[in-house]
C-alpha cells in the first residue's frame, strides 16, 4: 500500500472553506489503496471551529503539530479575547482598506514563520510511515516550501496543491516590489521542483502553463468538488422567499451589489416587505454593499448573519428561494470558481450567477444549476429575482446527475492518478 503525508495547516474542525479540499482527499484516497498521515494545526482557534462531524476512515492519522505549541497557544489566547470583544460591526469589512505592513512586506504570510517547524515535522512523519509521496496544500503558500524540503531530503515525490492562485492573485498586486520578486522566486522555485501542481479551475491551469511553458505537462486542474450527504426534500421554507449568500462580502471584487440593484427593481413594481422576501448574507459583509443598500431603500430586506456550522448550513440552503453566487470581479476573477458553487450544485436548490467567469457559467449550463448574468445585464438579474420570490416552477437548481461530476470521489480518483503517475 502507498504511503502518503498530506500537509494541510487548514483542517477541520477548522471552519475555513479550504479546509474541506484536504479533508476530502483524507477521506476518499484511503479507499483507492492509500494509506495517508495528515499534518495540520496543532488548535483551531475557538471563534472558527465548526462543530459538524467529519469522519474519517479508521486508518487515517491526524498529526496536530504544524504549528509549535507555544505558537498555538498564544494564537488562542488571543482569539479568546478578540471574542470576548465582538461588537455588532464585527461582521462589517471595508473593502477598500490596504493590506497591512506585515501582508505587504513579509513573503507568502504570517505562517512563514513557523514554516520551518513545519518542515522538521512533516520530514520526521515522512521518515516514520516511509512516506512514498508528500501533497502540500495552500493556503498558507508557505506549506510548498515544506513541500519542496520534504521531497528533496527523502527523495520522494510532492504534489502541490494550490487552492488559490499564488501571484496570480489579486492580492499580490498590492504587496511591495521586494516581496513580491520574492514570493515569485518561491512560486517558480515549487513549479520547477513539484511533480505535479494542481490548481482548482481550468482558468488557473492554462494560466500558469502560460506562465511555466516547460513545466506545462506537470500542471493540472483538479476542481473542488462535494462531499455526497444525505440531505432532506428539495422543499422551499415557508414564510418570505429566501435570497441567500453563503460566505464573505467584500466589496468592489466580490460585491452584491448587481443583486441589490435587481430586488430594489423589484420593490419598485410591487409591495415588497420583509414578510415577501429576506436577502440572507451568512458571513462578513462590506460597507459599502451595506451603504448601498441604505441608499436604495433595501436595507430592511437584508439579514447579515453569523457563518453556521457547516451541516446547519447545507439544510438551510435546501431551503432557499435562490443561492447567490457573486463572482470575483478583477483582471484575476475569471481564474477562480468560488468553493460554495460546488455545495450549491449538490443542495439543488436555483442558484444565480454574477459576474464576468466563463468557467463558471459553463458549469452553471451543464449541471442546469441556474441562471448566469453579467454585473450589468440588469434586466436578468431583475427577472431571476422577481421568478424566485414569485416561486416559478420553471425556476430549477442543479440536476443531481449532472451535478455528479463534482463529487469528491471523483476528485480523489485524479489525485490517485497524479500521484501514481508520480
Not at 494545526?41 to 503539530?65: G, K, M, W, Y
Not at 431603500?297 to 435562490?322: K, T
Amino acid at each position: 500500500m502507498p504511503r502518503l503525508v498530506l500537509v494541510a495547516w487548514l483542517f477541520p474542525p477548522h471552519a475555513n472553506v479550504g479546509s474541506r479540499r484536504p479533508w476530502r482527499l483524507a477521506k476518499h484516497l484511503p479507499a483507492l489503496g492509500w494509506d495517508v498521515t495528515v499534518l495540520t494545526q496543532a488548535s483551531v482557534p475557538p471563534r472558527f471551529v465548526d462543530p459538524t462531524p467529519q469522519a474519517l476512515p479508521d486508518n487515517v492519522r491526524v498529526v496536530r503539530a504544524y504549528d509549535p505549541p507555544w505558537l498555538a497557544r498564544a494564537v488562542a489566547a488571543i482569539d479568546d479575547r478578540r471574542s470576548s470583544q465582538k461588537t455588532q460591526d464585527s461582521q462589517l469589512v471595508d473593502g477598500a482598506a490596504q493590506p497591512s505592513l506585515v501582508e505587504r512586506w513579509l513573503p507568502t504570510e504570517p505562517a512563514l514563520v513557523w514554516a520551518a517547524h513545519a518542515t522538521g515535522r512533516a520530514i520526521a512523519l515522512a521518515r516514520e510511515t516511509r512516506a512514498d509521496a508528500i501533497v502540500t496544500t495552500s493556503y498558507p503558500f508557505s506549506a510548498h516550501l515544506v513541500g519542496a524540503a520534504v521531497a528533496q531530503a527523502l527523495s520522494i515525490s510532492w504534489v502541490a496543491d494550490l487552492r488559490d492562485p499564488w501571484t496570480l492573485h489579486f492580492s499580490h498586486e498590492k504587496k511591495s516590489a521586494p516581496t513580491r520578486a520574492i514570493e515569485r522566486a518561491l512560486e517558480r522555485g515549487a513549479f520547477r521542483r513539484a511533480s505535479f501542481v494542481t490548481v482548482t479551475t481550468e482558468s488557473l491551469r492554462d494560466a500558469y502553463r502560460a506562465r511555466y511553458p516547460q513545466r506545462a505537462d506537470r500542471i493540472h486542474a483538479v476542481r473542488n468538488a462535494f462531499d455526497p450527504v444525505e440531505l432532506g426534500p428539495l422543499e422551499r421554507s415557508p414564510g418570505p422567499a429566501r435570497l441567500v449568500h453563503f460566505g464573505h462580502v467584500y466589496g468592489g471584487a466580490r460585491t452584491l451589489a448587481p443583486i441589490l440593484r435587481g430586488l430594489a427593481a423589484v420593490r419598485s413594481e410591487r409591495d415588497l416587505d420583509a414578510s415577501r422576501v429576506v436577502l440572507e448574507n451568512y458571513g462578513r459583509f462590506s460597507r459599502e454593499d451595506l451603504e448601498l443598500a441604505r441608499a436604495l431603500g433595501v436595507e430592511d430586506l437584508l439579514s447579515i448573519r453569523a457563518p453556521m456550522p457547516y451541516d446547519q448550513g447545507m439544510q438551510s440552503l435546501r431551503g432557499a428561494a435562490l443561492l447567490l453566487l457573486p463572482a470575483w470581479e478583477s483582471a484575476f476573477g475569471p481564474l477562480f470558481l468560488p468553493a460554495k458553487l460546488y455545495d450549491y450544485l449538490l443542495v439543488g436548490a436555483p442558484l444565480l450567477a454574477v459576474g464576468h467567469n466563463p468557467e463558471l457559467a459553463r458549469i452553471v449550463e451543464e449541471t442546469r444549476a441556474g441562471v448566469c448574468a453579467s454585473r450589468d445585464d440588469h434586466a436578468t438579474i431583475t427577472a431571476t429575482i422577481r421568478r424566485a420570490i414569485d416561486g416559478d416552477p420553471t425556476l430549477l437548481g442543479a440536476e443531481p446527475s449532472r451535478a455528479a461530476a463534482f463529487d469528491a470521489r471523483t476528485m480523489a480518483e485524479r489525485f490517485d492518478a497524479l500521484l501514481r503517475r508520480a
